[in-house]
Protein backbone atom coordinates (compact mmCIF):
# COMPACT_ATOMS: atom_id res chain seq x y z
CA UNK A 1 0.00 0.00 0.00
CA UNK A 2 1.37 3.23 -0.87
CA UNK A 3 1.65 6.37 1.25
CA UNK A 4 1.14 9.74 0.75
CA UNK A 5 3.03 13.20 1.22
CA UNK A 6 1.42 15.68 2.69
CA UNK A 7 2.25 19.04 3.36
CA UNK A 8 4.83 19.69 6.05
CA UNK A 9 4.36 23.46 6.06
CA UNK A 10 1.24 24.70 8.06
CA UNK A 11 -1.69 25.89 5.44
CA UNK A 12 -1.38 29.41 4.34
CA UNK A 13 -3.98 31.96 2.74
CA UNK A 14 -3.11 32.14 -1.25
CA UNK A 15 -0.73 35.07 -1.96
CA UNK A 16 -2.07 37.39 -4.90
CA UNK A 17 1.74 36.93 -5.99
CA UNK A 18 2.64 34.14 -8.25
CA UNK A 19 6.08 33.53 -6.34
CA UNK A 20 6.36 35.21 -3.09
CA UNK A 21 10.11 36.33 -1.66
CA UNK A 22 10.95 34.44 1.36
CA UNK A 23 10.21 37.40 3.58
CA UNK A 24 7.06 37.43 2.55
CA UNK A 25 6.20 33.77 2.43
CA UNK A 26 7.47 32.90 5.55
CA UNK A 27 6.97 35.83 7.59
CA UNK A 28 5.16 34.66 10.77
CA UNK A 29 8.11 32.10 11.08
CA UNK A 30 10.59 35.16 10.97
CA UNK A 31 8.33 37.18 13.35
CA UNK A 32 8.27 34.26 16.07
CA UNK A 33 11.93 33.83 15.69
CA UNK A 34 12.50 37.45 16.30
CA UNK A 35 10.30 37.51 19.35
CA UNK A 36 11.94 34.55 20.41
CA UNK A 37 15.55 35.26 19.83
CA UNK A 38 17.21 36.68 22.79
CA UNK A 39 20.84 36.02 21.74
CA UNK A 40 23.54 38.73 20.47
CA UNK A 41 22.72 40.12 16.75
CA UNK A 42 25.42 41.62 14.56
CA UNK A 43 24.71 44.79 13.75
CA UNK A 44 21.54 45.53 11.30
CA UNK A 45 20.67 41.69 11.92
CA UNK A 46 17.11 40.88 12.06
CA UNK A 47 18.46 37.49 14.24
CA UNK A 48 20.91 36.69 15.97
CA UNK A 49 23.86 33.64 13.85
CA UNK A 50 21.84 30.86 15.89
CA UNK A 51 18.30 32.26 15.00
CA UNK A 52 19.50 32.26 11.50
CA UNK A 53 20.53 28.64 11.50
CA UNK A 54 16.91 27.76 12.86
CA UNK A 55 15.41 29.48 10.51
CA UNK A 56 17.05 27.37 7.38
CA UNK A 57 17.10 24.06 9.29
CA UNK A 58 14.00 23.83 11.11
CA UNK A 59 13.27 23.26 14.56
CA UNK A 60 10.50 24.27 17.76
CA UNK A 61 10.70 27.10 19.49
CA UNK A 62 10.24 27.73 22.98
CA UNK A 63 6.24 28.55 22.38
CA UNK A 64 5.48 25.70 20.35
CA UNK A 65 5.95 27.25 17.23
CA UNK A 66 7.17 25.11 14.44
CA UNK A 67 9.79 26.27 12.03
CA UNK A 68 9.64 24.41 8.94
CA UNK A 69 13.46 23.13 7.38
CA UNK A 70 14.62 25.15 4.13
CA UNK A 71 17.59 23.52 3.90
CA UNK A 72 18.18 19.89 4.25
CA UNK A 73 21.82 18.77 4.99
CA UNK A 74 24.75 19.27 6.66
CA UNK A 75 24.49 21.85 9.65
CA UNK A 76 27.30 22.64 9.63
CA UNK A 77 27.65 23.96 6.40
CA UNK A 78 24.67 26.49 7.26
CA UNK A 79 26.77 27.14 10.82
CA UNK A 80 29.99 28.03 8.29
CA UNK A 81 27.81 30.47 5.62
CA UNK A 82 26.27 32.17 8.45
CA UNK A 83 29.52 32.78 10.29
CA UNK A 84 30.82 33.54 7.17
CA UNK A 85 28.62 36.75 6.80
CA UNK A 86 29.17 37.48 10.19
CA UNK A 87 32.34 38.90 8.92
CA UNK A 88 34.22 40.99 6.47
CA UNK A 89 34.32 38.00 4.22
CA UNK A 90 31.93 37.30 1.21
CA UNK A 91 30.12 34.40 1.03
CA UNK A 92 29.93 32.11 -1.91
CA UNK A 93 28.40 29.28 -2.39
CA UNK A 94 29.35 26.53 -4.83
CA UNK A 95 27.75 23.25 -5.83
CA UNK A 96 26.64 21.42 -9.40
CA UNK A 97 22.90 22.59 -10.10
CA UNK A 98 20.42 21.90 -8.20
CA UNK A 99 21.94 22.13 -4.93
CA UNK A 100 20.06 24.63 -3.57
CA UNK A 101 22.42 27.61 -3.93
CA UNK A 102 19.88 30.12 -5.19
CA UNK A 103 17.42 28.69 -2.49
CA UNK A 104 19.44 29.15 0.51
CA UNK A 105 21.30 32.52 -0.42
CA UNK A 106 17.45 33.64 -0.55
CA UNK A 107 16.59 32.58 2.98
CA UNK A 108 19.66 33.49 4.30
CA UNK A 109 19.05 37.08 3.29
CA UNK A 110 15.34 36.99 4.32
CA UNK A 111 16.39 36.05 7.85
CA UNK A 112 19.58 38.31 8.25
CA UNK A 113 18.33 41.66 6.24
CA UNK A 114 14.60 41.03 5.95
CA UNK A 115 15.19 41.73 2.59
CA UNK A 116 16.06 39.21 -0.31
CA UNK A 117 15.30 41.49 -2.99
CA UNK A 118 18.47 43.07 -3.58
CA UNK A 119 19.74 40.83 -6.52
CA UNK A 120 22.25 40.98 -9.40
CA UNK A 121 21.47 38.21 -11.94
CA UNK A 122 25.05 37.00 -13.37
CA UNK A 123 24.96 36.65 -17.26
CA UNK A 124 27.45 37.08 -20.12
CA UNK A 125 25.59 40.75 -20.21
CA UNK A 126 25.80 41.45 -16.87
CA UNK A 127 28.13 45.28 -17.08
CA UNK A 128 29.72 47.00 -14.39
CA UNK A 129 26.42 49.10 -13.88
CA UNK A 130 24.36 46.45 -12.61
CA UNK A 131 27.09 46.45 -9.83
CA UNK A 132 28.07 49.86 -9.27
CA UNK A 133 25.65 52.27 -10.64
CA UNK A 134 23.83 53.24 -13.61
CA UNK A 135 22.58 56.85 -14.83
CA UNK A 136 19.51 58.72 -15.16
CA UNK A 137 20.70 59.81 -18.25
CA UNK A 138 17.91 62.32 -18.91
CA UNK A 139 18.54 63.88 -15.21
CA UNK A 140 22.53 63.80 -16.35
CA UNK A 141 21.85 65.67 -19.40
CA UNK A 142 20.12 68.12 -18.25
CA UNK A 143 21.96 68.94 -14.36
CA UNK A 144 24.88 66.84 -15.38
CA UNK A 145 26.43 64.61 -12.55
CA UNK A 146 24.69 64.49 -9.31
CA UNK A 147 23.68 62.16 -6.65
CA UNK A 148 20.05 62.48 -7.94
CA UNK A 149 21.22 61.74 -11.39
CA UNK A 150 22.56 57.97 -9.95
CA UNK A 151 20.71 54.95 -10.54
CA UNK A 152 21.37 52.92 -7.75
CA UNK A 153 22.37 49.20 -8.40
CA UNK A 154 20.99 46.35 -5.66
CA UNK A 155 24.95 46.36 -4.38
CA UNK A 156 25.04 50.01 -4.00
CA UNK A 157 21.34 49.94 -2.03
CA UNK A 158 22.62 46.95 0.28
CA UNK A 159 25.83 49.18 0.88
CA UNK A 160 23.82 51.88 1.92
CA UNK A 161 21.07 50.21 3.97
CA UNK A 162 23.51 47.83 5.63
CA UNK A 163 22.02 45.01 4.26
CA UNK A 164 23.00 41.63 2.22
CA UNK A 165 23.26 41.88 -1.42
CA UNK A 166 23.29 38.58 -3.56
CA UNK A 167 25.16 37.97 -6.91
CA UNK A 168 23.46 34.41 -8.46
CA UNK A 169 25.69 32.98 -11.60
CA UNK A 170 29.31 34.59 -10.63
CA UNK A 171 31.19 32.72 -13.23
CA UNK A 172 28.81 33.83 -15.81
CA UNK A 173 29.87 37.25 -15.52
CA UNK A 174 32.76 38.67 -17.71
CA UNK A 175 36.08 38.79 -15.52
CA UNK A 176 36.32 42.67 -15.93
CA UNK A 177 33.15 43.12 -14.45
CA UNK A 178 33.45 40.50 -11.93
CA UNK A 179 36.45 42.31 -10.63
CA UNK A 180 34.83 45.21 -9.80
CA UNK A 181 33.66 43.50 -6.17
CA UNK A 182 37.36 43.83 -5.21
CA UNK A 183 37.17 47.25 -3.72
CA UNK A 184 33.57 46.73 -2.61
CA UNK A 185 34.45 43.79 -0.56
CA UNK A 186 37.83 44.40 0.54
CA UNK A 187 37.67 48.70 0.76
CA UNK A 188 33.47 48.06 1.47
CA UNK A 189 33.51 51.50 -0.70
CA UNK A 190 32.30 52.22 -4.31
CA UNK A 191 34.18 55.11 -5.55
CA UNK A 192 31.74 57.52 -7.77
CA UNK A 193 34.93 59.45 -9.73
CA UNK A 194 32.22 61.42 -11.68
CA UNK A 195 31.45 63.18 -8.08
CA UNK A 196 34.62 62.89 -6.88
CA UNK A 197 33.04 61.15 -3.81
CA UNK A 198 32.80 57.73 -2.43
CA UNK A 199 29.67 55.71 -1.06
CA UNK A 200 30.98 53.72 2.32
CA UNK A 201 28.74 50.68 2.93
CA UNK A 202 27.10 51.04 6.83
CA UNK A 203 27.22 48.06 9.09
CA UNK A 204 25.04 44.91 8.22
CA UNK A 205 26.28 45.20 4.54
CA UNK A 206 27.97 41.63 2.85
CA UNK A 207 27.19 39.78 -0.19
CA UNK A 208 26.38 36.13 -1.05
CA UNK A 209 27.43 35.25 -4.60
CA UNK A 210 26.22 31.74 -5.95
CA UNK A 211 28.41 29.83 -8.61
CA UNK A 212 27.81 26.62 -11.00
CA UNK A 213 30.60 24.44 -10.71
CA UNK A 214 29.58 23.09 -13.93
CA UNK A 215 30.92 26.21 -15.20
CA UNK A 216 34.48 25.78 -14.43
CA UNK A 217 36.12 27.57 -16.86
CA UNK A 218 33.80 29.87 -18.13
CA UNK A 219 34.88 32.75 -16.07
CA UNK A 220 37.30 31.83 -13.85
CA UNK A 221 37.49 34.09 -10.54
CA UNK A 222 40.84 36.14 -10.20
CA UNK A 223 42.63 35.11 -7.45
CA UNK A 224 42.19 39.03 -5.76
CA UNK A 225 38.61 38.36 -5.42
CA UNK A 226 38.84 34.67 -4.43
CA UNK A 227 40.29 35.78 -1.47
CA UNK A 228 37.41 37.73 -0.69
CA UNK A 229 35.03 35.29 -0.55
CA UNK A 230 34.89 32.67 1.97
CA UNK A 231 33.06 29.53 -0.02
CA UNK A 232 31.40 26.93 0.92
CA UNK A 233 30.47 23.53 -1.21
CA UNK A 234 26.78 22.45 -1.29
CA UNK A 235 26.48 18.86 -2.18
CA UNK A 236 23.86 16.83 -3.92
CA UNK A 237 21.82 15.23 -0.77
CA UNK A 238 23.82 12.31 0.64
CA UNK A 239 20.99 9.46 0.88
CA UNK A 240 18.00 8.48 -1.59
CA UNK A 241 16.02 9.10 1.82
CA UNK A 242 17.55 12.17 2.15
CA UNK A 243 16.62 13.60 -1.37
CA UNK A 244 13.04 12.12 -0.94
CA UNK A 245 12.11 14.39 1.74
CA UNK A 246 13.42 17.57 -0.09
CA UNK A 247 11.32 16.89 -3.02
CA UNK A 248 8.67 15.65 -1.05
CA UNK A 249 9.01 19.06 1.05
CA UNK A 250 9.18 21.27 -2.04
CA UNK A 251 6.24 19.79 -3.99
CA UNK A 252 3.64 19.74 -1.50
CA UNK A 253 4.44 23.76 -1.55
CA UNK A 254 4.50 24.01 -4.92
CA UNK A 255 1.26 22.06 -5.40
CA UNK A 256 -0.64 24.37 -2.64
CA UNK A 257 0.86 27.59 -3.62
CA UNK A 258 0.00 26.72 -7.50
CA UNK A 259 -3.44 25.83 -5.92
CA UNK A 260 -3.36 22.40 -7.95
CA UNK A 261 -6.80 20.92 -8.24
CA UNK A 262 -5.03 16.83 -7.49
CA UNK A 263 -3.98 14.86 -4.28
CA UNK A 264 -0.40 14.83 -3.01
CA UNK A 265 1.99 12.89 -4.34
CA UNK A 266 2.21 9.53 -2.98
CA UNK A 267 5.67 8.74 -1.90
CA UNK A 268 5.71 5.69 -3.91
CA UNK A 269 6.11 7.91 -7.50
CA UNK A 270 8.45 10.61 -5.32
CA UNK A 271 10.76 7.61 -4.26
CA UNK A 272 10.56 6.39 -8.53
CA UNK A 273 11.71 9.73 -10.06
CA UNK A 274 14.28 10.38 -7.11
CA UNK A 275 15.92 6.78 -8.01
CA UNK A 276 15.62 6.95 -11.84
CA UNK A 277 17.69 10.41 -11.08
CA UNK A 278 20.44 9.00 -8.83
CA UNK A 279 21.32 5.89 -10.82
CA UNK A 280 21.75 8.02 -13.94
CA UNK A 281 23.85 10.71 -12.12
CA UNK A 282 25.77 8.34 -9.85
CA UNK A 283 26.07 5.75 -13.02
CA UNK A 284 25.09 2.55 -11.16
CA UNK A 285 21.95 1.48 -9.87
CA UNK A 286 21.02 1.57 -6.16
CA UNK A 287 21.97 -2.32 -5.08
CA UNK A 288 25.13 -1.53 -6.97
CA UNK A 289 25.26 -4.32 -9.17
CA UNK A 290 24.39 -2.89 -12.42
CA UNK A 291 26.60 0.15 -14.09
CA UNK A 292 24.49 2.25 -16.09
CA UNK A 293 25.17 5.40 -18.76
CA UNK A 294 24.76 8.73 -17.53
CA UNK A 295 22.97 11.19 -20.15
CA UNK A 296 24.11 14.96 -20.21
CA UNK A 297 21.57 16.46 -18.02
CA UNK A 298 22.47 17.51 -14.42
CA UNK A 299 19.35 15.47 -12.85
CA UNK A 300 19.29 17.74 -10.19
CA UNK A 301 17.41 17.51 -7.21
CA UNK A 302 15.32 20.73 -8.95
CA UNK A 303 14.40 18.63 -12.08
CA UNK A 304 13.23 16.08 -9.87
CA UNK A 305 10.87 18.71 -7.96
CA UNK A 306 9.43 19.95 -11.48
CA UNK A 307 9.11 16.31 -12.67
CA UNK A 308 6.62 15.61 -10.17
CA UNK A 309 5.20 19.11 -9.82
CA UNK A 310 4.20 19.08 -13.41
CA UNK A 311 3.05 15.07 -13.27
CA UNK A 312 0.63 17.05 -10.65
CA UNK A 313 -0.53 19.43 -13.21
CA UNK A 314 -0.77 16.61 -15.82
CA UNK A 315 -3.15 14.32 -12.96
CA UNK A 316 -4.99 17.39 -12.08
CA UNK A 317 -6.24 18.28 -15.53
CA UNK A 318 -5.88 15.36 -17.64
CA UNK A 319 -6.77 12.84 -15.17
CA UNK A 320 -7.91 12.13 -11.86
CA UNK A 321 -6.21 14.07 -9.76
CA UNK A 322 -3.84 10.97 -8.63
CA UNK A 323 -0.03 11.26 -9.53
CA UNK A 324 0.69 7.90 -11.94
CA UNK A 325 3.62 6.42 -13.29
CA UNK A 326 2.16 7.39 -16.74
CA UNK A 327 2.28 11.22 -15.31
CA UNK A 328 6.12 11.53 -14.47
CA UNK A 329 7.02 9.67 -17.51
CA UNK A 330 6.96 12.43 -19.65
CA UNK A 331 8.92 14.92 -17.49
CA UNK A 332 11.73 12.11 -16.88
CA UNK A 333 12.54 11.77 -20.18
CA UNK A 334 11.67 15.64 -20.87
CA UNK A 335 14.62 15.79 -18.00
CA UNK A 336 17.23 13.04 -19.44
CA UNK A 337 16.99 13.45 -23.07
CA UNK A 338 18.88 16.50 -24.05
CA UNK A 339 20.46 15.47 -26.50
CA UNK A 340 17.94 13.80 -29.13
CA UNK A 341 20.65 10.80 -30.15
CA UNK A 342 23.13 9.94 -27.49
CA UNK A 343 20.65 10.74 -23.84
CA UNK A 344 17.45 9.07 -25.81
CA UNK A 345 19.97 5.88 -26.42
CA UNK A 346 21.04 5.89 -23.18
CA UNK A 347 17.42 6.45 -21.92
CA UNK A 348 16.38 3.36 -23.52
CA UNK A 349 19.41 1.04 -22.48
CA UNK A 350 18.23 2.05 -19.05
CA UNK A 351 14.44 1.11 -19.60
CA UNK A 352 15.66 -2.04 -21.09
CA UNK A 353 17.92 -3.35 -18.47
CA UNK A 354 16.78 -1.56 -15.11
CA UNK A 355 13.11 -0.32 -15.47
CA UNK A 356 12.16 -3.49 -16.66
CA UNK A 357 12.85 -5.60 -14.46
CA UNK A 358 12.49 -4.12 -11.62
CA UNK A 359 9.09 -5.44 -9.76
CA UNK A 360 6.20 -2.90 -9.32
CA UNK A 361 7.96 -0.79 -12.54
CA UNK A 362 5.95 -2.12 -15.26
CA UNK A 363 3.30 0.83 -15.75
CA UNK A 364 6.26 3.01 -15.60
CA UNK A 365 8.07 1.00 -18.17
CA UNK A 366 5.15 0.93 -20.48
CA UNK A 367 4.82 4.66 -20.19
CA UNK A 368 8.28 5.51 -20.77
CA UNK A 369 8.42 2.99 -23.84
CA UNK A 370 5.28 5.04 -25.52
CA UNK A 371 7.48 8.52 -25.37
CA UNK A 372 10.51 6.35 -26.96
CA UNK A 373 8.30 5.99 -29.75
Known sequence: MTSTV???????????????????????????????????????????????????????????????????????????????????????????????????????SAAISGDSTLLVQGTAGTSEESIRYGWNYARLIAEGPSEQAIVESPVLRAMRDGKLARLEELTRIPADVQDTLITILSEKTLPVPELNTEIQATPGFNLIATANNRDKGVNELSSALRRRFNTVILPLPDSADAEVEIVSRRVAQLGTSLQLPAEAAELSEIRRVVTVFRELRSGRTEDGRTAVKSPSGTLSTAEAISVLTGGLALAAHFGDGVLRPHDVAAGIHGAVVKDPVADRAIWIEYLETVVRERDGWADFYRAGQEFTG
Open 6 to 108: HSPVPSRVPSPVLRPHAEQDYAEELAALAADDDRARPPSWRLSPWAVVRYLLGGTLSDGTVISPKYVGPRRLIEVAVATLATDRALLLLGVPGTAKTWVSEHL
